[in-house]
């Protein structure tokens, strides 16, 4: 498995409260993603990185922020929650360079809004 | 995650038959294929990939075939075994945005003694 770890596994929490959520990586790749999967849709990216401090928006980015200050950690923050953000959260990394590369994925967080 | 499968598409086999996982998809740019396969409870694992000047690749026991007429992409499995068992995704890119992957919703194989 690529060296991805994602931070919590699980979690529950009430409407209204922050949450963050943390991915890291041991691969030294530059770019880092995180989405989320409902049931119905395809993985649907909310925000990815290509660079430490160099972030971009994904198709779902409302509601979601992200930082970036090392290459191996790649933060995804619901400053609000709501219970339309519960899902479960991949995060994917990839070397980029311009040329298409697989991404490659953690093992998920399950986030549970109430 | 253990609810992607709810609404999915359903192929059952029996272990020891070929599988085919299909996938179709509509952007003329696109220029590079994956297909990965996720189990439950875990993330999406690479399987293997393709670019738009192949037609077909071969992995271990498996092969992907790309027809870029009629947009169309499938997933061979041979010799399918239990541990196949999962959902599988198909995933591209486009010449103009090589960083950005976009998925299809997935397919869930089941695989039969």
């Known amino acids: 498995d690529a060296g991805i770890t994602q931070s919590p596994r699980h979690k529950v929490t009430e409407t209204g409260t922050p949450v963050t959520l943390r991915c890291h990586q041991t691969?030294?790749?530059?770019?880092m993603y995180w989405y989320r999967q409902d049931p119905g849709h395809g993985l649907r990216l909310i925000h990815y990185s290509y660079g430490v401090k160099d972030t971009d928006k994904g198709e779902v980015s409302d509601g979601y922020s992200v930082s970036r200050s090392k290459t191996e950690d790649f933060l995804l923050t619901l400053e609000s929650a709501t219970s339309s953000q519960t899902s479960v959260y991949f995060c994917?990394?990839?070397?980029?360079?311009?040329?298409?590369?697989?991404?490659?994925f953690g093992d998920g967080t399950r986030l549970s809004i109430l | 995650g253990e609810n992607v499968g709810l609404h999915l598409p359903t192929l059952s086999v029996q272990e020891g038959d070929n599988s085919i996982i299909n996938c179709a998809y509509s952007n003329s740019a696109s220029d590079y294929f994956i297909w990965y396969k996720q189990e439950s409870g875990k993330g999406p694992q690479f399987i293997i990939d393709i670019r738009s000047n192949m037609d077909k690749r071969q992995g271990q026991r498996v092969t992907v075939l790309l027809n870029k007429t009629v947009k169309h992409l499938s997933l061979q499995i041979a010799a399918t075994q239990p541990g196949d068992s999962a959902v599988y995704f198909c995933a591209e890119s486009s010449l103009y945005n090589t960083d950005k992957l976009i998925f299809g919703t997935g397919t869930r194989l089941q695989v039969f003694p």
């Open positions: 691969e030294n790749h530059r770019y």
């Open positions: 994917a990394i990839s070397p980029g360079q311009g040329a298409n590369q697989p991404q490659h």
